[in-house]
């Protein structure tokens, strides 16, 4: 059975910083590509992409995570990170990581993200 195990959300004050990690069990994890989304609980909020990385680690961001954030995989360990920084109020929201490869697309349960004084 396939899992994306997220952890490393918790509540941080405006300007701090949380690194996000994903386990996943994709094999093989090295040909997957991989992304962080994540969706505010504001009513009609929808979940939007914030940074994607290829197979062979291109990258891509979002224009509200561009120069904040940081997208990076270790494929030994079968694992994405998502290195925030510089977080605003505006950051709050639960963070799901995606594998995607073919048509296939796996999603991981969520981890809570409050930015907050």
């Known amino acids: 059975q396939v899992q994306l195990v997220e952890s490393g959300g918790g509540l941080v004050q405006p300007g701090g910083s949380l690194r996000l990690s994903c386990a996943a069990s994709?094999?093989?994890?090295?040909?997957?590509?991989m992304a962080w989304h994540r969706q505010g609980q504001a009513p009609g909020k929808t979940r939007e992409l914030v940074?994607?990385?290829?197979?062979?680690?291109?990258?891509n961001y979002a224009d509200s995570a561009k120069g904040r954030f940081t997208i990076s995989r270790d494929n030994a360990k079968n694992t994405v990170y998502l290195q925030m920084n510089s977080l605003k109020p505006e950051d709050t929201a639960v963070y799901y990581c995606?594998?995607?490869?073919?048509?296939?697309?796996?999603w991981g349960q969520g981890t809570q993200v409050t930015v907050s004084s």
């Open positions: 994709l094999k093989p994890f090295n040909t997957y590509a």
């Open positions: 940074a994607t990385i290829t197979s062979d680690g291109s990258t």
């Open positions: 995606n594998g995607k490869r073919l048509w296939y697309s796996y």
